[in-house]
């Protein structure tokens, strides 16, 4: 196991080596350490290469799209786990499918929709957009979760005169947070580090970018500075770090209890 993590942990740890360094000191030695820590790289990335407004933008578009995304899905979640209705194993059928559509197909179509409901050219269209990314995983892991919950509860709320939206509220989703922290760790995830829905949205408001395609676009044809580049992308990969740190114990029950389910 400790070869595979350091497999795994060497690309992380050489981006974070990387991000006070110069490309002469990057590419002209084997030693990841310096003697010089050029901090003014995540200066230069913050103010000079416009990182600071894309991480605000970065922030808008991840925040809002995890409340969009995991209300909705915890509702239609809710609708699949809890009720029989006709159509219902078509609709997990469909969605099953959803999940292996490759990213591509849908673009030109979310492109449209967005542009049709008056949203393009803002941030705004950018999380709606993002909303959707990862809503299939989301909604089976509320489906699953709220299928397992016994129904007295329901029937002693609906005793008490509570309605759908009572129960829902109040008896069932306080209950689901294991599944809420995975589904905000996972749009999370998807939204803060989703590259061609952000760049296809924001071609023609370069100010509106995120954080993904403002480090892609630090690179020109001629030149590169590497320096700048992993000092952004490691400003890019700390709110991750921090995110799931603070939650890793409600994603591993989520997906520990859908396991047994």
Known sequence: MLPLAVLFAYPFFWMVTSSVKSNVEIFGSLNPFTPTL???????AWNDANMGQYFFNSVFVTVFSIIIAVLSNA???????????????II????GMVIFLPQGFTVIPIF????????GGSLWGVTLAESGGVSVVIVLLFAGFFAQMPKELEEAARIDGAGFWRVFW?????????????????QFMHSWNDFLLPLVLTLTRPELRTLSVGI???????????????AAASIALLPIIVLFIF??????????????G
């Open 75 to 89: 509702l239609m979640g809710y609708a699949l786990g809890r009720y029989k209705f006709p159509g219902k194993a």
């Open 216 to 230: 892609y676009d630090l690179q020109n044809q001629f030149n590169a500075d590497w320096g700048l580049m992993t």
């Open 92 to 95: 997990f059928v469909l969605l």
């Open 112 to 119: 449209d929709l967005i542009n049709k409901l008056g949203l």
């Open 247 to 260: 939650l890793q114990r409600y994603f591993v029950e989520s997906f520990s209890g859908a396991v047994k």
């Open 38 to 44: 050029r901090v003014s790289n995540y200066i230069n």
């Open 170 to 186: 109040t008896v069932y989703l306080p209950l689901a947070k294991p599944v809420i922290a995975t589904g905000v760790i996972l």
